[in-house]
């Protein structure tokens, strides 16, 4: 695997940076934090029609760009060093993978070009109270059939929780379970049986809704009970998306932390020039560095439709997680009592470190899963000699 | 030994360009090694000549002559395939190839276990040094035999008074007839007793002129003036040596660089030392550590499994941070970044084999123990040697952070 950016790639980095630093410094973050939708239309038109990175990903027969997924990771890593409050998680990683990998050409003809113009918000209600990504057994919303649209609509009927941009999004991709098994129906958010609770959020610049349906008007996506195999690699997408996010929370918190120790004096000398500082230091780019390559890995990988996702996605998140809480937080260490007040940013990517090392698997979990695949790997493979 | 009828990879007779893309070059290396890279057990396998321990250092030295007879060869071997050095020029007995090529034959060596490790200091550090720093003279000299595995290299550097601090090595190399004279004491030169070349840091000009009085020489180590002391390591093994130095000679064109220009060699001679180390071809320990497990029946608990996947992170994401440097990615501080992730990956994954084999790792005597425990012991020495781990980190953060010193 070659893991060199072509220019194009490099020059959409620039792009994206000069944009955000634009849109979304610390000052506009904060603004948006304290909002009741957490992000701001203007800039989302903007990312969707000038920048194009709502559609980036999708088929151009939709309206979308036709880039891979590394150029999607190179956005959400600026978006990570940026705290971008935008659905770009929500809409354009876990709604339109989920709306592609099912297959359902109406239903893409329907959605992904509102998605790509960047008119609809979109989001995916998988999880449910015990907030697991994996658990398919545990998803309990049920879908059922209403004999109305000539027999062809459904209803939908159930409680789902930590619905990233819930409280936004106008269509909703609901997973919920009939007697074939797991299925995906898209439900319009503003139909009736559909009641949203934005919920408080640890981190601010990314939001939650606990969703409640009740006999709530679904139209089926794909076939009926074939969801879950197509969710997985969706969620496998979703970590790798969140792992470029994460090293650039980590890249930019280490970059906050050396600027700090080299302008910071203490005993008349920059504290940074302290062994015990420097060593932190070290070790924090030791991380940031091992996170990068995991990211990188995952997005070639995801980008190369190659069969090893899983293990990528799990090689990525689980790496990436970590690396960004540990990160965030020695960032606030080096910064002293500074570090803790509400008026450094500090805390802002502590609080995204935190609740993005729990989206789609804590690094625990994916350890678990990461050993489960090499295990079966080395028994399946015999070595060279 | 079976010797493979398909065509040796580096030969170009015949070939259509004078280098083949990246796929086929692997896939004609990949070939050669299947037909030609020793089989596991048998006695030509490096893992089975690789230095454990020994009762004394007669017995170490006898290991450690079979090891690079057995290195020599294969060295050999590389080189009449036309492996060897694919990057170097012609007149050093390489073949002027891309980089990437010698990436891609290292590759297929960590692969199939197969190393040239006993030969690292000629095969990673002497180039660099002689590239950056020899004449023409010197490297056509010196070079071509170390491609063919004629010449094994040591590197001279540490001293009793002088270790992390290498600025203060007082060993002291004076202006003769035909070339300087060496008197000083050397310690833990890893390999001394069997290298025929030494890479030598040595003062000459005065204490007071710090690194700027130091030079660095090309050393024969076969001559009177050389008495080469062994010191048995916590492994037992005997793989450093006090070397005493006492009017030892050394030839004009010995020197190598300028006069007093032995620090800016040292420097390129450790940046290289530390890419070697870290963007080696490693040792798969955490490959090695999930057949552990597997083979000890225990890889079904969550906690074995959550050793098995820390592992597998650390020595993944190594390679694909060296597989991003490759591909020209910035990585401030390169070099020390990879060493320090190697070491700590050599240490974690040491501890996690105690962890998993439980009593066993308390029998140096129990075969599936025998091999952790040396890693257990020689992780230690890695953390050490090449710079210490303390030295890297301050390396990353003045060098790579810019972080005052
Ligand atoms: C297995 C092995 C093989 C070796 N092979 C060779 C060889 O072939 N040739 C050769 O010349 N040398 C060799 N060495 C020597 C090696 O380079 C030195 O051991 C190393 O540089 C440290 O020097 P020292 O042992 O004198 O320890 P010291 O420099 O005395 O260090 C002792 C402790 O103090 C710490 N320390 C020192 N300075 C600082 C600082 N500025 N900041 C923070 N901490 C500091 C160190 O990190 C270490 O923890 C080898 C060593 C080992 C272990």
Same mark, same amino acid.
């Given at each position: ?138 998803? #309990? !919303?049920?879908? &059922? =059939?209403?004999?109305?649209?000539? *027999?062809?609509? $459904?209803? %939908?009927?159930? +409680? ?53 349906? #009740? !006999?709530?008007? &679904? =139209?089926?996506?794909?076939?009926? *009970?074939?969801? $879950?195999? %197509?969710?997985? +690699? ?152 | ?405």
């Amino acid at each position: 695997m070659n893991l060199a950016f072509t220019q194009e790639q490099t020059e959409l980095r620039r792009t994206v940076r000069d944009f955000l630093d634009k849109t979304s410094p610390e000052a506009e973050v904060r603004r948006l934090m304290e909002t009741a939708d957490g992000y701001d239309p203007d800039v989302w038109r903007q990312l969707a029609g000038e920048l194009g990175i709502a559609g980036l990903t999708l088929p151009e027969e939709y309206g979308g760009a036709g880039c891979g997924f590394v150029e999607l990771g190179v956005v959400l890593e600026e978006a990570g060093r940026s705290l971008l409050c935008a659905p770009v998680l929500s809409t354009v990683v876990l709604a339109a993978s989920t709306l592609l990998g099912l297959g359902d050409d109406a239903a893409c003809h329907d959605y992904l070009p509102g998605i790509a113009d960047g008119t609809t918000l979109a989001t995916l209600a998988l999880t449910e109270a015990a907030g697991r990504w994996d658990d398919a057994d545990g998803i #309990t !919303a049920t879908a &059922a =059939r209403d004999g109305q649209d000539q *027999g062809r609509g $459904w209803t %939908v009927s159930g +409680r789902k929780a930590f619905v990233l941009d819930g409280h936004t999004a106008s269509l909703l991709l609901v997973v919920a379970r009939t007697g074939a098994g797991l299925s995906v129906l898209a439900i319009d958010a503003g139909a009736p049986g559909v009641h949203r609770v934005p919920r408080a959020t640890l981190d601010q610049t990314r939001r939650q809704a606990d969703i409640t349906f #009740t !006999a709530a008007p &679904a =139209r089926l996506l794909g076939e009926e *009970g074939a969801a $879950w195999p %197509v969710l997985e +690699r969706v969620l496998d997408l979703a970590a790798v998306a969140v792992a470029a996010e994460q090293v650039g929370g980590a890249a930019r918190v280490l970059d906050m932390a050396v600027d700090y120790a080299r302008t910071r004096v203490q005993f008349g000398r920059p504290i940074g020039s302290f062994q015990a500082v420097k060593h932190k230091l070290a070790d924090l780019h030791l991380g940031v560095e091992s996170a990068r390559s995991a990211a990188y890995h995952g997005l070639w990988t995801a980008a190369g439709d190659l069969p090893d996702l899983p293990l990528a996605a799990s090689l990525a998140k689980a790496c990436c997680g970590d690396a960004y809480v540990t990160a965030a937080t020695e960032n606030i260490q080096v910064h002293g009592g500074i570090g803790v007040t509400w008026e450094h940013p500090a805390h802002l990517y502590l609080k995204r470190a935190h609740s993005s090392r729990q989206l789609f698997g804590h690094p625990a979990h994916h350890r678990q899963r990461l050993a489960r695949y090499v295990l079966a790997e080395q028994a399946a493979t015999a070595s060279p000699a | 030994m079976q010797h493979s009828s398909a065509p040796a990879p580096g030969s170009t007779a015949g070939g259509p360009a004078q280098f083949e893309g990246r796929a086929q070059f692997e896939g004609r290396v990949r070939e050669w090694f299947g037909a030609n890279a020793p089989r596991k057990g048998s006695p030509e396998d490096f893992s089975a000549v690789h230095v454990v321990s020994a009762r004394s250092p007669q017995e170490y030295h006898e290991q450690e002559e079979h090891a690079i007879t057995v290195t020599r060869a294969w060295q050999r071997r590389l080189f009449d395939a036309g492996l060897a050095g694919r990057s170097w020029p012609a007149e050093c007995g390489g073949h002027g190839a891309p980089d990437w090529q010698d990436e891609v034959v290292a590759a297929e060596q960590a692969r199939w276990g197969v190393s040239t490790k006993m030969f690292a200091v000629a095969l990673e550090m002497v180039p660099a040094v002689l590239f950056g720093h020899g004449t023409h003279e010197q490297r056509v000299a010196y070079l071509p035999p170390v491609l063919r595995g004629e010449h094994g290299w040591c590197q001279l550097l540490s001293e009793p008074g002088a270790g992390s601090d290498l600025a203060s090595v007082s060993t002291r190399a004076t202006p003769m007839d035909g070339g300087w004279s060496v008197t000083g004491q050397k310690v833990w030169t890893s390999n001394a007793g069997c290298s025929d070349y030494a890479l030598l840091i040595a003062r000459t000009g005065s204490r007071e002129e710090g690194r700027a009085g130091l030079s660095c020489f090309a050393l024969k180590m076969e001559q009177p003036g050389i008495d080469i002391r062994p010191l048995r390591q916590m492994s037992g093994a005997y793989h450093f040596n006090e070397v005493f130095l006492d009017n030892a000679f050394v030839p004009e064109n010995g020197l190598i660089g300028g006069l007093g220009d032995g620090w800016a060699v040292l420097r390129t001679m450790l940046a290289s030392e530390r890419a070697a180390i870290g963007g080696g071809t490693s040792a798969r320990s955490a490959t090695q550590l999930v057949g552990l497990a597997r083979q000890l029946g225990c890889s079904d608990d969550p906690g074995v499994r959550d050793l098995l996947a820390q592992a597998v992170i650390r020595e993944r994401t190594l390679d694909l941070l060296r597989a991003r440097i490759a591909a020209g990615h910035t990585v401030p501080a390169a070099g020390p970044t990879t060493k320090l992730l190697y070491s700590e990956h050599a240490r974690l994954s040491a501890d996690a084999a105690t962890t998993i084999l439980g009593m066993a790792v308390t029998l140096v005597d129990d075969p599936q123990s025998a091999p952790w425990i040396e890693r257990l012991l020689f992780a230690p020495g890695l953390r050490l040697g090449g710079g210490t781990d303390e030295i890297q980190r301050n390396t990353i953060a003045e060098r790579g952070l810019g972080l005052p010193r």
